[in-house]
Protein backbone atom coordinates (compact mmCIF):
# COMPACT_ATOMS: atom_id res chain seq x y z
CA UNK A 1 0.00 0.00 0.00
CA UNK A 2 2.53 2.42 0.69
CA UNK A 3 3.96 1.85 -3.00
CA UNK A 4 1.20 2.29 -4.19
CA UNK A 5 0.87 5.74 -2.82
CA UNK A 6 4.20 6.77 -3.59
CA UNK A 7 4.08 6.60 -7.08
CA UNK A 8 0.98 8.56 -7.38
CA UNK A 9 2.34 11.09 -5.07
CA UNK A 10 5.77 11.17 -7.71
CA UNK A 11 3.30 11.08 -10.50
CA UNK A 12 1.48 13.79 -9.07
CA UNK A 13 4.51 16.16 -8.62
CA UNK A 14 5.91 15.45 -12.19
CA UNK A 15 2.62 16.35 -13.75
CA UNK A 16 2.64 19.44 -11.54
CA UNK A 17 5.78 20.50 -12.82
CA UNK A 18 5.35 20.17 -16.62
CA UNK A 19 2.28 22.52 -16.51
CA UNK A 20 3.83 24.92 -14.78
CA UNK A 21 6.81 24.98 -17.38
CA UNK A 22 4.34 24.57 -19.83
CA UNK A 23 2.42 27.54 -19.11
CA UNK A 24 5.66 29.87 -18.83
CA UNK A 25 5.99 28.97 -22.29
CA UNK A 26 4.40 32.11 -24.89
CA UNK A 27 1.87 31.31 -27.52
CA UNK A 28 2.60 30.21 -30.58
CA UNK A 29 0.43 30.91 -33.57
CA UNK A 30 -0.60 28.07 -35.62
CA UNK A 31 -0.13 30.19 -38.89
CA UNK A 32 3.14 31.59 -40.02
CA UNK A 33 3.82 35.71 -39.00
CA UNK A 34 4.81 38.15 -41.62
CA UNK A 35 6.98 40.47 -40.53
CA UNK A 36 6.77 43.56 -43.07
CA UNK A 37 9.74 45.29 -44.34
CA UNK A 38 9.99 49.04 -45.75
CA UNK A 39 9.91 48.94 -49.92
CA UNK A 40 14.05 50.08 -51.31
CA UNK A 41 13.99 53.67 -52.15
CA UNK A 42 14.51 54.21 -56.03
CA UNK A 43 17.41 54.44 -57.43
CA UNK A 44 18.59 58.09 -58.74
CA UNK A 45 19.10 58.82 -62.31
CA UNK A 46 22.01 59.57 -63.75
CA UNK A 47 22.77 62.95 -63.97
CA UNK A 48 23.25 62.21 -68.05
CA UNK A 49 19.47 61.29 -67.94
CA UNK A 50 17.56 63.74 -65.41
CA UNK A 51 16.45 66.32 -68.61
CA UNK A 52 15.06 64.72 -72.37
CA UNK A 53 17.23 66.11 -75.07
CA UNK A 54 15.34 69.01 -76.55
CA UNK A 55 13.16 67.80 -79.40
CA UNK A 56 12.97 69.30 -82.92
CA UNK A 57 9.79 70.46 -84.13
CA UNK A 58 8.67 69.99 -87.77
CA UNK A 59 6.48 71.12 -89.93
CA UNK A 60 4.92 70.48 -93.37
CA UNK A 61 3.15 73.03 -95.64
CA UNK A 62 1.35 72.22 -99.19
CA UNK A 63 -0.09 74.69 -102.25
CA UNK A 64 -1.85 73.61 -105.23
CA UNK A 65 -3.79 75.73 -107.37
CA UNK A 66 -5.50 76.22 -110.79
CA UNK A 67 -5.45 79.71 -112.31
CA UNK A 68 -7.81 81.27 -114.71
CA UNK A 69 -7.64 85.07 -115.77
CA UNK A 70 -10.53 86.27 -117.65
CA UNK A 71 -7.99 89.22 -118.89
CA UNK A 72 -5.48 87.23 -120.67
CA UNK A 73 -2.61 89.52 -119.71
CA UNK A 74 0.37 89.46 -121.27
CA UNK A 75 3.21 87.03 -120.52
CA UNK A 76 6.13 87.66 -122.78
CA UNK A 77 7.96 89.27 -119.67
CA UNK A 78 7.72 85.85 -118.19
CA UNK A 79 9.76 84.79 -114.97
CA UNK A 80 12.08 84.95 -114.47
CA UNK A 81 13.04 88.25 -115.60
CA UNK A 82 10.51 91.00 -115.12
CA UNK A 83 7.35 90.57 -114.37
CA UNK A 84 4.63 92.85 -115.53
CA UNK A 85 1.59 91.12 -116.65
CA UNK A 86 -0.95 89.77 -114.39
CA UNK A 87 1.19 86.66 -113.62
CA UNK A 88 3.03 88.65 -111.08
CA UNK A 89 -0.12 88.29 -108.73
CA UNK A 90 -1.19 84.25 -109.56
CA UNK A 91 -0.76 82.31 -106.57
CA UNK A 92 2.13 80.09 -108.10
CA UNK A 93 3.45 83.54 -109.93
CA UNK A 94 3.53 81.87 -113.75
CA UNK A 95 0.51 81.13 -115.48
CA UNK A 96 -3.18 80.96 -116.03
CA UNK A 97 -5.08 78.29 -117.19
CA UNK A 98 -3.24 75.92 -115.72
CA UNK A 99 -2.55 73.42 -112.34
CA UNK A 100 -0.02 74.33 -110.32
CA UNK A 101 2.10 72.79 -107.61
CA UNK A 102 2.46 76.09 -106.08
CA UNK A 103 4.74 75.02 -102.62
CA UNK A 104 5.80 72.17 -101.11
CA UNK A 105 7.40 73.25 -97.96
CA UNK A 106 9.60 70.94 -95.15
CA UNK A 107 10.82 73.19 -92.05
CA UNK A 108 12.67 72.13 -88.88
CA UNK A 109 12.89 74.11 -85.82
CA UNK A 110 14.66 73.73 -81.91
CA UNK A 111 16.41 75.24 -79.39
CA UNK A 112 19.07 74.01 -76.69
CA UNK A 113 19.11 76.52 -74.09
CA UNK A 114 19.61 80.40 -75.28
CA UNK A 115 20.81 78.79 -79.06
CA UNK A 116 18.04 78.33 -81.35
CA UNK A 117 18.28 77.03 -85.12
CA UNK A 118 15.42 77.00 -88.09
CA UNK A 119 15.42 75.42 -91.62
CA UNK A 120 13.13 75.48 -94.64
CA UNK A 121 13.34 73.35 -97.89
CA UNK A 122 10.87 74.12 -100.77
CA UNK A 123 10.02 72.44 -103.99
CA UNK A 124 7.20 73.75 -106.34
CA UNK A 125 6.85 76.94 -108.75
CA UNK A 126 7.41 79.59 -106.12
CA UNK A 127 10.69 78.13 -104.91
CA UNK A 128 12.84 79.70 -107.21
CA UNK A 129 12.22 82.88 -105.59
CA UNK A 130 13.82 82.02 -102.44
CA UNK A 131 16.79 80.17 -103.68
CA UNK A 132 19.99 80.86 -105.41
CA UNK A 133 20.43 77.12 -106.90
CA UNK A 134 20.48 76.42 -110.67
CA UNK A 135 17.50 73.93 -109.84
CA UNK A 136 14.80 76.54 -109.58
CA UNK A 137 12.02 73.95 -108.33
CA UNK A 138 14.20 73.21 -105.12
CA UNK A 139 15.59 75.63 -102.96
CA UNK A 140 16.66 76.21 -99.25
CA UNK A 141 14.52 79.13 -97.92
CA UNK A 142 15.80 79.38 -94.48
CA UNK A 143 19.12 78.08 -92.74
CA UNK A 144 19.64 79.86 -89.45
CA UNK A 145 21.47 80.13 -85.86
CA UNK A 146 20.44 82.34 -83.16
CA UNK A 147 21.55 83.17 -79.99
CA UNK A 148 19.81 84.94 -77.05
CA UNK A 149 21.58 87.55 -75.21
CA UNK A 150 19.12 88.45 -72.70
CA UNK A 151 18.83 91.83 -74.33
CA UNK A 152 19.49 91.14 -77.60
CA UNK A 153 19.48 88.50 -80.11
CA UNK A 154 21.58 87.33 -82.67
CA UNK A 155 20.36 85.89 -86.18
CA UNK A 156 22.78 84.66 -88.68
CA UNK A 157 22.52 82.83 -91.54
CA UNK A 158 19.72 82.62 -94.07
CA UNK A 159 16.42 84.67 -92.83
CA UNK A 160 13.35 86.04 -93.96
CA UNK A 161 13.38 89.43 -94.51
CA UNK A 162 11.17 91.76 -92.19
CA UNK A 163 10.30 94.01 -95.23
CA UNK A 164 7.02 93.79 -96.81
CA UNK A 165 3.48 92.70 -95.97
CA UNK A 166 3.21 89.06 -97.91
CA UNK A 167 5.01 85.95 -96.85
CA UNK A 168 6.40 83.31 -99.75
CA UNK A 169 3.69 80.74 -98.35
CA UNK A 170 0.41 80.71 -99.69
CA UNK A 171 -1.19 79.84 -96.37
CA UNK A 172 -0.03 82.70 -94.34
CA UNK A 173 -1.37 84.96 -96.57
CA UNK A 174 -5.20 86.36 -96.27
CA UNK A 175 -5.52 85.96 -99.77
CA UNK A 176 -5.40 83.79 -102.84
CA UNK A 177 -3.73 86.26 -105.63
CA UNK A 178 -1.11 88.62 -104.93
CA UNK A 179 -0.52 92.15 -104.73
CA UNK A 180 1.52 94.53 -107.01
CA UNK A 181 3.96 95.22 -103.73
CA UNK A 182 4.59 91.74 -103.94
CA UNK A 183 6.68 91.70 -107.05
CA UNK A 184 9.16 94.74 -105.26
CA UNK A 185 9.81 92.99 -101.99
CA UNK A 186 12.91 90.90 -100.85
CA UNK A 187 12.03 86.96 -99.91
CA UNK A 188 14.52 86.22 -97.73
CA UNK A 189 18.98 87.42 -97.04
CA UNK A 190 21.52 85.98 -96.27
CA UNK A 191 23.49 88.02 -93.69
CA UNK A 192 23.20 89.05 -89.93
CA UNK A 193 20.59 90.65 -87.89
CA UNK A 194 19.86 91.95 -84.62
CA UNK A 195 16.53 92.20 -82.53
CA UNK A 196 15.88 93.55 -79.40
CA UNK A 197 11.96 93.85 -77.53
CA UNK A 198 11.18 96.85 -74.91
CA UNK A 199 8.08 96.56 -73.70
CA UNK A 200 5.67 96.74 -76.56
CA UNK A 201 8.34 98.37 -78.83
CA UNK A 202 10.70 95.96 -81.41
CA UNK A 203 13.65 97.12 -83.38
CA UNK A 204 16.67 95.74 -85.77
CA UNK A 205 19.17 96.06 -87.46
CA UNK A 206 20.81 93.71 -90.29
CA UNK A 207 23.23 93.30 -92.96
CA UNK A 208 23.03 90.96 -95.93
CA UNK A 209 24.53 90.30 -99.41
CA UNK A 210 21.92 91.45 -101.79
CA UNK A 211 18.16 92.87 -101.88
CA UNK A 212 17.22 89.28 -101.95
CA UNK A 213 18.59 85.60 -102.23
CA UNK A 214 17.24 85.30 -105.93
CA UNK A 215 19.75 87.73 -107.06
CA UNK A 216 22.00 85.95 -106.27
CA UNK A 217 24.77 84.12 -108.54
CA UNK A 218 24.49 80.77 -108.51
CA UNK A 219 28.57 80.75 -108.22
CA UNK A 220 29.01 84.37 -106.44
CA UNK A 221 26.80 85.54 -103.09
CA UNK A 222 27.74 88.76 -103.34
CA UNK A 223 29.07 89.99 -107.07
CA UNK A 224 29.35 93.41 -106.28
CA UNK A 225 30.89 93.26 -102.77
CA UNK A 226 28.05 95.66 -101.63
CA UNK A 227 25.88 94.85 -98.67
CA UNK A 228 22.60 96.14 -97.82
CA UNK A 229 21.70 97.29 -94.41
CA UNK A 230 17.70 97.19 -93.07
CA UNK A 231 16.06 98.81 -89.91
CA UNK A 232 13.49 97.15 -88.23
CA UNK A 233 11.07 99.46 -85.75
CA UNK A 234 7.59 98.05 -84.54
CA UNK A 235 5.13 98.31 -81.31
CA UNK A 236 2.62 96.30 -80.44
CA UNK A 237 -1.39 98.00 -79.78
CA UNK A 238 -3.23 95.91 -77.68
CA UNK A 239 -6.82 96.54 -77.54
CA UNK A 240 -8.82 96.08 -74.53
Not at 145 to 153: C, E
Not at 180 to 198: E, V
Not at 202 to 226: C, H, K, S, W
Amino acid sequence: MRKVVGRLFVTAAVAGMASVAQADEPARPDFPVVVPQEAPAPAAAPACCEQPAPAVNWTFGMSTSFVYDFNSPDTDAAPPGPVFGNNGMYSNFEQDESFNIDLVQLGLSGERGKLSYGAKLDYGDLARLAGDSADGDIALQEALIAYDFDSVVATAGRFGTPVGYELLEPWGNPNISRSWTWIAQPINHDGLKLNSSFDIVDVGVGVVNRFTVADQDILMNDADDEKGVFRLDGYYRFSR
